[in-house]
Nanobody, 123 residues
């Protein structure tokens, strides 16, 4: 099993940047594909970005492509989401998730989830 704890959320003005971190417990972090998802207020959870266990493959939702970057540091058991050029539509609770097989854009395929961190972008 793996436990995930997100941090780095907050309030930022439109056009600003934030970096989210997701710290994982356990010695097998490097074997997990990781994903970031978000749930805007009053809406369903949606995929944001995913990264393979090695960091060699990444995939992004069209809505964040070119603005967000997912990365990982397996030595630190941490995955990051660098968010630039933030827009009010990016306001959401952001969750990281882990799965032991290949990366996926489908939330239900991830068995492990963090508690979430709030990101609020003001206009």
């Amino acid at each position: 099993q793996v436990q995930l704890v997100e941090s780095g959320g907050g309030l930022v003005q439109a056009g600003g940047s934030l970096r989210l971190s997701c710290a994982a417990s356990g010695r097998t972090f490097s074997s997990y594909a990781m994903g970031w998802f978000r749930q805007p207020p009053g809406k369903e959870r949606e995929f944001v970005a995913t990264i393979s266990w090695s960091g060699g493959s990444t995939y992004y939702a069209d809505s964040v492509k070119g603005r967000f970057t997912i990365s990982r540091d397996n030595a630190k058991n941490t995955v990051y989401l660098q968010m630039n050029s933030l827009k009010p539509d990016d306001t959401a609770v952001y969750y990281c998730a882990a799965r032991t097989t290949a990366w996926s854009i489908i939330g239900s395929e991830y068995p492990y989830w963090g508690q979430g961190t709030q990101v609020t972008v003001s206009s």
